[in-house]
């Protein structure tokens, strides 16, 4: 006799997805909590270990660390042998959790979870009456920026997007000028700035906390070509005065982005580039299906990125613009040879290339 197969009620499916989604958010907080308290880190070096010896090796308090052990054991994230209740992290875990696993360290991506969490009173209210929230309302936003930044910029930068346009690293290495638009705390501009000596870089941002961190750390740095300023790139008026352009994660979520890409084309000297790190996805949200970030991406663009420009009176583009229309507002602010790429096994990023013409 042939068994009957099971007829799937798509009821009980969706409960379980649920279920699911639950626990994944559960597992999120925890992840983010053993990132910024270096558990992970603890554990990846350790031999498997009760609680207290993990807490003590972490210098945390046990009966938290237990805890948090349970929901990664529960979750499947920590190994656990019942018999001397010694906890493990397995390797290939380790892989994505750990400071060392940079840059595919997915624990530090989820601290964005929390960070959108502490706001959701603001957003409900802005679900509510529109507007949005300032980056102000955001309590660690541009630390964890700087961390996920560090990954998915900094981890390809010169291997990757460098590469995509080869005239811009001859510039850089001859010693032309550079800037950064919304350059957050600066990391990403301080490597170029070490790597190459000749070439004067500037970043701008309009945010005084991340600006006045990057502006320190290139002093302890020791770079004289390297310097930040507190500005507003919607209406900046630098004019033809850089060889080369970047923009990492900045466009979608200015006010005004179609008035920033007009005073970057602006800024640029005929023949200048423009490179730009922008969120991977299409602008319809029928073509994003299949994306496998897509919830989180639409997640982060409504709880933040969105809400920002909304706060300011800008429009809202958010972080889920799409490939396509970047593409359109790049090509409106007189850019030309436009090229979009994407890095294999990246999610996350598309990079575009655009140029002043001559
Ligand atoms: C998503 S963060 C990216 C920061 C940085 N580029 C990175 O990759 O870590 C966007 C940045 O753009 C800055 N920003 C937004 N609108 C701006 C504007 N009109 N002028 C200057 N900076 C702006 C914000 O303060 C924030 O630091």
């Not at 936003?141 to 001859?170: N, Y």
């Not at 500037?202 to 770079?223: K, V, Y």
């Not at 496998?292 to 809202?316: D, E, I, K, N, R």
């Amino acid at each position: 006799m042939v068994p009957q197969m099971m007829e799937a009620n798509p009821a009980e499916m969706f409960a379980g997805k649920m279920m699911d989604t639950l626990n994944g958010a559960a597992l999120a907080m925890m992840t983010s909590i053993g990132h910024r308290t270096g558990l992970f880190d603890t554990m990846a070096d350790m031999l498997p270990a009760t609680s207290k010896e993990i807490a003590e090796a972490a210098g945390l308090n046990e009966r938290y660390v237990r805890e948090w052990l349970g929901a990664m054991t529960t979750g499947g994230i920590v190994a656990y042998n019942p018999e001397g209740r010694r906890y493990m992290l397995p390797p290939e875990h380790a892989a994505f959790l750990t400071r060392a696993s940079a840059p595919n360290n997915i624990a530090a991506s989820m601290q964005f979870i929390a960070v959108l969490g502490a706001v959701e009173d603001g957003i409900v209210e802005c679900f509510r009456k529109g507007g949005g929230l300032p980056y102000s309302a955001y309590a660690r936003f541009h630390a964890v920026m700087a961390e996920e930044s560090a990954q998915t910029v900094g981890g390809k930068l010169f291997d990757f997007i460098l590469p995509l346009a080869p005239d811009v690293m001859r510039t850089l290495e001859a010693g032309g000028r550079a800037a950064d638009f919304g350059c957050g705390m600066g990391r990403t501009l301080r490597s170029l700035a070490e790597c190459y000596p000749r070439c004067e870089f500037t970043g701008f941002d309009f945010s005084p906390e991340p600006i006045a961190i990057a502006q320190r750390e290139a002093n302890m740095g020791g770079l004289p070509n390297l310097r930040f300023e507190l500005r507003d790139v919607a209406t900046m008026d630098l004019d033809e005065a850089l060889d080369v352009a970047f923009a990492f994660d900045s466009i979608h979520d200015q006010a005004h982005p179609q008035r920033m890409l007009a005073n970057v084309y602006r800024a640029l000297k005929p023949g200048g580039v423009f490179l730009i790190q922008e969120i991977q996805g299409h602008s319809h949200v029928h073509d994003n299906l299949n994306h496998p970030l897509a919830p989180f991406v639409y997640t982060v663009s409504c709880m933040h990125c969105m809400s920002v420009s909304l706060s300011q009176g800008g429009m809202g583009l958010g972080a889920a613009w799409g490939e396509e229309l970047a593409m359109q507002m790049l090509s409106a602010a007189g850019f030309t040879q436009i090229t979009r790429h994407r890095a294999q096994g990246d999610l996350q990023s598309t990079f575009f290339v655009a140029r002043k013409p001559q």
